[in-house]
């Protein structure tokens, strides 16, 4: 029996690395489609916070404005709870920005020694009200507390600029990525053949396999037999984040975007027939989901416990073929 | 300059439906559904998916023009269960598993970042010793 696969053919996700920046992690007998479908949506659906709009009050730096903002665009900042936190600008009632919307940044530095100045993320300071203390703040991860720079400055010259960060996705602008890069692999060993590699003599030494995904795959017998059948079930996942958000919440955020598109498309193609109330709580707003029992997906996450995102707990999904996971002791 | 703008690529038109439906008066049981602001992601996720039923004699997606985000989905049945409940169908079972994928993350993760800090006040423990 495969050693990896201790709960036979449910769904389960094992994990190979988790601290704050990554999540290396295999999802087991799940399906190519769905495991790319989540890869997808991690890379570019999934709402964070970046600067948007940039107010000039005074450039008289060596960069044009709009080299500035560009710069300031795609500085990472913290985006605890953004999905629920803030609403799209282009929704909210407001007229351009407001604190419902966005969150507002000050840059105001000037060189007044000698030499050369510079500008670093950590003076971009976060002004007026935030929906919680840590959204907006620059993302800094390095020793001396610094971030990147922005901008260098002689004597005598200053920047004074108020930044406007908004949510939004990465589909429109790769500065809203949560993701720096994702790695995804299925069947390290090639068994399935699913690729063909052109080599000038030896494939083996030509195409080095990553060696742990490759023993947790199992390493083929000599000689064994081709399945035509075969399909890949076990799918390697390496999520690292930019740095706005933790990388769980980065999973499970993409896993509740894929859900919301297919939910909309359920209840787009429901709406032709008579609408019948029993087969989903439809627009219910009732919130964590009643129908999942498991305590521990209750306690979780930023985003408000486990509500499905059909916002009814009466679904029919709340009995999954599957039933309760028993937490495991791997 | 005349380049449209980004939020096109997943923002409904004001007339623009999620999901239209056509059938295929030339082939019997089998409609094409047309998905508005949506791309491979779907595309690819429910023409594959369908395979697997085994009432489905024929699904696949095409884009029909790059620059316009949409994607059509064509899909034959049997005649035991109509296009769009297969689609449908289909789709709730993906919801489901993505909601076992989702709770079995959590308790994995937990898990890991438990051992993890375990590990860690250990070797923080032996240190100081």
């Known amino acids: 029996m495969d050693p990896y696969d201790v709960e036979g053919g449910a769904i389960n996700v094992r994990f190979l690395q988790a601290d704050s920046t990554r999540a290396n992690f295999l999802i087991q007998n799940f399906d190519l489609a769905t495991a790319n479908a989540l890869r997808r949506v991690m890379l570019a659906e999934i709402p ?24 300031l665009g795609l500085i990472p900042l913290n985006a605890k709870n953004v999905d629920e936190a803030l609403l799209y600008s282009r ?59 922005i901008v260098k400055l002689n004597k005598g010259q200053s920047v004074h600029m108020k930044c406007i960060a908004k949510k939004g996705i990465a589909k429109e602008h790769a ?34 396999v990553d060696e742990t995904n490759a023993n947790i795959d199992g390493v083929p017998q000599e000689g064994e037999a081709f399945d035509y059948d075969a399909a890949p079930t076990r799918f390697f996942f390496d999520v690292e984040t930019v740095g706005g958000m933790e990388p769980d919440t980065i999973v499970q955020q993409g896993i509740r975007v894929l859900q919301q598109k297919l939910a909309n498309v359920i209840q787009e193609l429901q709406g032709g027939e008579d609408i019948d109330m029993g087969g989903f709580g439809g627009q219910s707003p009732q919130m964590n989901g009643g129908g999942y029992g498991d305590p521990t997906a209750g306690s979780f996450s930023a985003y408000g416990g486990n509500a499905s995102v059909w916002g009814g707990g009466a679904t029919p999904y709340g009995a999954t073929p599957y039933g309760q996971q028993p937490p495991s002791n791997w | 300059m005349n380049a449209p703008d980004r939020f096109e690529l997943f923002l409904l038109g004001d007339d623009e439906k999620k999901v239209e439906e056509k059938d295929e008066t030339r082939v019997p049981n089998t409609a094409v559904f047309t998905f508005n602001k949506e791309d491979h992601t779907l595309g690819n996720l429910i023409s594959q998916r369908l395979h697997s039923y085994e009432y489905i004699t024929f699904s696949a997606y095409k884009i029909p ?24 169908k289909c789709c709730e079972d993906v919801v489901a598993d993505l909601e076992v994928l989702s709770r079995s993350f959590t308790t994995e993760w937990l898990g890991k970042r438990i051992i993890n800090e375990g590990e860690q006040d250990r070797l923080n423990r032996e240190r100081d010793l």
Not at chain 1, 50 to 69: G, H, K, R, W, Y
Not at chain 1, 100 to 117: K, P, Q
């Open chain 1, 91 to 149: 929704d909210c009632e407001c007229d351009g920005y407001c604190e419902n919307c966005s969150v507002t940044l000050t840059l105001n530095a000037r060189c007044t020694s000698d030499g050369v100045m510079k500008v670093y993320a950590r003076d971009l300071v976060v002004s007026g009200g935030r929906p919680n203390d840590e959204i907006g703040t620059p993302v800094i991860k390095d020793p001396e507390g610094l971030g990147s720079v």
């Open chain 1, 48 to 71: 964070t916070l970046a600067i948007d709009v940039v107010e000039v009050f005074d450039n008289t730096s060596v960069l044009a404005d709009e080299f500035i903002c560009h710069r």
């Open chain 1, 175 to 208: 500065k809203w990525a949560p993701s720096a890069a994702i790695g995804f692999e299925y069947d390290p060993n090639n068994k399935l053949r699913h690729l063909d590699y052109w080599y000038e003599e030896d494939p083996k030494k030509e195409w080095p």
């Open chain 2, 65 to 88: 023009h790059p620059l316009f985000a949409k994607f059509e989905l064509r899909v034959t049945t049997d005649g035991s269960i109509t296009p769009r409940d297969a689609v449908k």
